[in-house]
């Protein structure tokens, strides 16, 4: 037996694997479309980086990083999430200097040790997307219109974008005061939102547990300069055509969001429903030791996503045109010819092994899902032609190998 995989890791195998790559072109094509840069970050950071960017007091940095001392005892983590890394290259990189927008996209997996269930990995792939040193409303209305853009793209329309505004640290610290004696208020609430009430009161908004108690939970009340942002947020999300709907129990598990928050939700992948979220940090590149630069930004989990789109998946798989089956070994030479020469003219086109028997050779060409099989004997070869044989029609006729490429291209 060979060994398993870790508990909470996966393979993703073909067609799930094409799902992928097309979640991820989709992605890079409108990136592209916005004047978006990718930026690599490593797997691998110091541990202190998610301890003093993505908080404290977060589930991710509570019990879900991926901690180790490696062997010069240094204490590093795997990424949870992409943008401390982002905001620390930000700054180590002097980006602020270039003189040019800082807009920047990642694809890359993350590692949270989370209980594993549907939709819910310890490695998974995020699409995450951060305009650094953007104030304005517009820049929000653009980030999530872009997220938009992508699950249209991917020809997905069961969501729904929830959006709410937590304010400034002004705003932030006034509510923290009214939401604390409005929990004390409460009786019988669970062991998680006791504990979270002193630490960050807003987080208890989250619980699923205690959801119903919270029905008349006070609402937060911004500052002129927020409420202001916020209206504006909104209409410029209408003005780009996309709709959404206010929850203000939103609040989000990280500790650096500010203003805006945001979640694209579907409800058919049970209960891990957020598809994507994000928000604004206006704080949290200075408080790392950087420029003052306001920024937002979201990702993507690629992994639901792609569990959105599983009754499409076969609809990614691209299948080759031709495969060639020789039916002779001796003719091996010949077909591997052909086959040279069918993909330098770019024609996608496959074989198996032109040792196993003719009979086998077909079989694969049946479960390639090729259209073609372009079979060689020995007449073939003497004559320098193949058969052509259709896999669906059966129908076969003799072509010229100087031929083959023109007849083929006719179906490509
Ligand atoms: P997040 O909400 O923690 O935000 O993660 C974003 C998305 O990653 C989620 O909506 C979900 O689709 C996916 N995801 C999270 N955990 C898992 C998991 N265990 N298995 C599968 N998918 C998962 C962030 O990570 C922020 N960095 C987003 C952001 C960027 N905010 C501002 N800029």
Known sequence: MAQQTIRGFRDILPPQSN??????????????????DELRIPALE?????????????????????????????????????????????????????????????????????????GRYRQFEQIGAENIGAESPYSDAESVSMLYEILKKLGIENFVLEINSLGCSECRKKYREELLSYLKGKEGLCEWCKERMEKNPLRTLDCKVDADKFVDFPKISLCESCSKHHEEFKKALSISGVKYVENPRMVRGLDYYSRTVFEFKNTSIGAQDAIAGGGRYDNLIKSMGGPDAPSVGWAMGVDRVAILLEKKWSDFVSNPLAF?????????????????????????????????????????????????????????????????????????????????????SVHF
């Open 19 to 36: 799902v992928f790559y097309a979640i991820e072109k989709a992605a890079r094509e409108v990136f592209s479309l916005y004047n978006y």
């Open 46 to 118: 110091y541990y202190d980086l998610f301890l003093k960017s993505t908080g404290e007091t977060t589930d991710i940095v509570q019990k879900e990083m991926y901690r180790f001392k490696d062997a010069s005892q240094r204490d590093i983590a795997l990424r949870p999430e992409g943008t401390p890394g982002v905001a620390r290259a930000y700054i180590n990189n002097n980006l602020s200097q270039t003189g040019k927008n800082s807009k920047y996209f990642y694809i890359a997996d993350m590692f949270r040790a989370e209980r594993p269930q549907a």
């Open 324 to 408: 060639i089956v020789s039916m002779d070994k001796e003719l091996s030479e010949y077909a591997f010819e052909i086959l040279c020469d069918l993909r330098k003219n770019l024609i996608p086109c496959d074989f198996s092994d032109f040792s196993r028997s003719f009979k086998s050779q077909l079989r694969s060409a049946d479960k390639s899902m090729a259209a073609f099989a372009v079979i060689i004997g020995k007449d073939e070869a003497n004559a320098k032609e193949v058969t052509l044989k259709d896999l669906k029609s059966k129908e076969q006729k003799r072509v010229k190998k100087e031929e083959l490429v023109r007849t083929l």
